[in-house]
C-alpha cells in the first residue's frame, strides 16, 4: 500500500473555479495564458503530460484553478531542406520547444520527449523546463521559494523520479520542491478520500484506486493507449479519403478527432447495424475538404476493444475491473461508487455513458460482483491532475512534506523516496 498526503475535509470548495481553461490552438501557436510574471509567494505547479505540460500557481481557496498556460510536449530541429535553409527561416543549430516547435513544425523534425506518460530524453525536457518557467511564466527557477510541484504518471519509474529531483535542485536550484501522482491528484480535486481513478490522457490510461488517501499500488492497472493511438487509428481510416505525411499534418487528425470523434452509446451504434452517422465536413489547411462518417465513431472505439490496432482484445473497462480485482473486498463497494474519470480523452462525447454500459457488461460476462457503478466526470477533468496537485501544494498540512534544498544537500536523491506521498 502506498500512503499518501492526507486531505482535510474542508480545505478547498472544488467548484471554485472562475477563469477559462488554457487553449493552443496548432495552426498559428496562440496560447491564452493568464497570470503570468512573477509570483513567488505561490509554488508554481507543473503537470507533465505526454502531449501538453500544463503549468501555473497553486491556488487553493478562491479564484483560478486552471493552469495558466498549456505548453506542447514537442522539440523540433530543422529538417535543413535547402528551400528552409536558402530562405534563411532556419539555422542548422537552432532548436525550438513547446509552442514554437508547433508553429514552425511543418519545417521541423518534430519529437515527443514524453511517451506513454514517462520521460524518455531528459535534454529535450530541461529545453522545455527552461522555456516553460523561464520564458513563458517569465520567473527564475531558484525564486520557487514558496515550492515546485511537479506530476509524474502512476508507475513512473523511480530512477525517474530521482533525476527529476537531482535536476531541479542541481541544475535549477529550487528552494522547495515535491511530486504527486497524477491519478492521487484527481482525489485531491475533488475533495475525496477515496475513489478510483480512471484517467485517460494522451500516451497512456491508468486506474488507481485510492482508499482513504492511501494509493493502492499494487492493484493499480494500465495500459499503454491515449489519445494519441486515436489519432493514428483514425489516419489509418481516413487513408483513402487523405494521407497524412508530415508530424505538422499528423496534428490535423488530433483536431479532426477533437471536433467530430464521438464515442458509440447504445448498441444500435455498437453493433454497427442500424445506424448512418451524419456526414461531417472538416477542411485542410491546403484548402481540400473532407468528408468524416463511419470514422468518427470507429476511431475512439479502441479504447473499449484495442483488438482494432493489433493489441490483446482488452479495454478500459477491463482496466477497472482488474484493479477491482485485486483491491479488499471491503474497499470495492466504496471504489465503485466514486469512479472519477479523468484526463484529455476522457473529453470524447459519449465516454462516461458507454464506459457505463461496458463495465456493466463485462461485470455480467466475467460474473463479477460489480452492479453498479457512479462515474463522477467534472467539466475539468482535462485539468483535473493539475487542479490537484495545485490544492495540495497550498495546503497547510502538506507544508511538512516539501523538500528543501538543505534536505537534499543532506540526504542526497534518496530523500524523494524518504519524503514521498507515495511510499
Ligand atoms: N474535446 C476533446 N475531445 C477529444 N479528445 C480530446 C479533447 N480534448 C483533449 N483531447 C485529447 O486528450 C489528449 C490529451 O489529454 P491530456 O492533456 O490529459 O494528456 P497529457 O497529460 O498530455 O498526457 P498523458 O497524461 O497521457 O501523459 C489528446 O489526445 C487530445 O487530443
Ligand atoms: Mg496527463
Known amino acids: 500500500m502506498r500512503k499518501a498526503a492526507v486531505l482535510g475535509s474542508n480545505d478547498h470548495n472544488p467548484s471554485n473555479m472562475s477563469s477559462p481553461p488554457p487553449q493552443f490552438d496548432y495552426n498559428s501557436g496562440r496560447q491564452t495564458p493568464h497570470m503570468l510574471g512573477s509570483n513567488t ?38 529538417k535543413l531542406t535547402k528551400s528552409a535553409i536558402s530562405s534563411s527561416l532556419l539555422r542548422d543549430d537552432q532548436t525550438f520547444v513547446g509552442i514554437e516547435a508547433l508553429k514552425r513544425s511543418p519545417l521541423l523534425s518534430l519529437k515527443y520527449p514524453i511517451e506513454h506518460g514517462i520521460i524518455l530524453d531528459w535534454e529535450e525536457i ?25 506530476t509524474e504518471a502512476p508507475l513512473n519509474p523511480k530512477k525517474n523520479r530521482e ?4 535536476l531541479v535542485f542541481e541544475q535549477y536550484q529550487v528552494p ?17 478520500h477515496s475513489g478510483l481513478v480512471l484517467e ?24 499503454d493507449i491515449g489519445g494519441r493511438d486515436i489519432n493514428e487509428y ?33 448498441s444500435a451504434l455498437i453493433n454497427h447495424n442500424t445506424f448512418t452517422p451524419d456526414r461531417k465536413k472538416y477542411s485542410l489547411p491546403d484548402g481540400k475538404t ?21 493489441r490483446d482484445g482488452e479495454g478500459l473497462q477491463h482496466l477497472v475491473i482488474k484493479a477491482l480485482d485485486k483491491c479488499e473486498i471491503d474497499a ?9 474519470i479523468a484526463g484529455g480523452t476522457s473529453m470524447l462525447r459519449g465516454f462516461s455513458e458507454r464506459l457505463q454500459t461496458e463495465l456493466i457488461s463485462l461485470n455480467e460476462k466475467e460474473d463479477k460482483p460489480y452492479n453498479s457503478f457512479n462515474i463522477i466526470e467534472k467539466p475539468y477533468r482535462r485539468y483535473i491532475s493539475w487542479i490537484g496537485a495545485s490544492i495540495l501544494a497550498s495546503l497547510s498540512s502538506f507544508q511538512p512534506k516539501w523538500i528543501t534544498k538543505n534536505e537534499y544537500e543532506e540526504h542526497g536523491v534518496s530523500i524523494i523516496h524518504k519524503k514521498s506521498m507515495i511510499q
Open 41 to 78: 509567494e505561490k509554488p508554481l505547479i507543473i503537470d507533465m503530460g505526454t502531449q501538453s505540460i500544463k503549468i501555473g500557481y497553486s491556488e487553493l481557496s478562491s479564484g483560478d484553478r486552471f493552469p495558466s498556460m498549456m505548453i506542447p510536449t514537442l522539440v523540433g530541429y530543422p
Open 126 to 150: 530541461n529545453l522545455l523546463l527552461d522555456h516553460a518557467v523561464l520564458q513563458c511564466m517569465k520567473l527564475n527557477f531558484s525564486q520557487l521559494n514558496s515550492g515546485l510541484m511537479m
Open 163 to 166: 533525476k527529476m529531483t537531482q
Open 176 to 192: 522547495k520542491f515535491q511530486i504527486s501522482m497524477q491519478s492521487l491528484n484527481a482525489i485531491y480535486a475533488e475533495g475525496m
Open 200 to 223: 485517460c490522457g494522451e500516451g497512456i490510461s491508468t486506474c488507481v484506486p485510492v482508499v482513504e488517501g492511501y494509493v493502492l499500488s499494487h492493484a493499480i492497472t494500465r495500459m
Open 234 to 266: 483514425l489516419m489509418d481510416l481516413l487513408k483513402n479519403k487523405v494521407v497524412f505525411n508530415t508530424t505538422f499534418e499528423r496534428e490535423f487528425a488530433r483536431d479532426i478527432k477533437e471536433q467530430s470523434c464521438q464515442i458509440k452509446t447504445n
Open 290 to 310: 473532407i468528408e468524416i462518417h463511419n470514422e468518427q465513431y470507429d476511431a475512439p472505439e479502441i479504447l473499449f476493444n484495442d483488438s482494432l490496432i493489433g
Open 332 to 340: 470495492r463497494k466504496t471504489l465503485t461508487q466514486n469512479l472519477v
